[in-house]
């Protein structure tokens, strides 16, 4: 598989980045599959986004600025 031939929503999913929920008609048609794609990649883009945030105060702006909007309800998950 060339990552270069990849739509931008295959290349998540390839990533592990979306759910690997399946839907029908607003119904829900199987999950699981939450292994699929590979692992390497997932790891270092998660590692990429979080010295991101960390370490370059343009990401750390937009990150505060979005966790501001997200995190109202005392929900503080995924903070750097």
């Known amino acids: 598989m ?21 839907e029908s008609n607003g119904k829900t048609k199987g999950v699981g599959n939450r292994k699929c794609g590979n692992k390497h990649l997932s790891w270092a883009s998660l590692k990429l ?3 991101a945030v960390r370490y370059d ?9 979005k966790c501001a909007k997200v995190c109202r309800r005392g929900d503080q998950g995924g903070r750097a």
Do not use: C, T
């Open 2 to 22: 060339s990552i270069d031939s990849l739509s931008a929503g295959k290349f998540a999913s390839y990533a592990r980045m979306v759910d690997s929920r399946r």
């Open 49 to 51: 986004a979080h010295y």
């Open 57 to 65: 105060p343009r990401s750390g702006v937009f990150y505060q600025r």
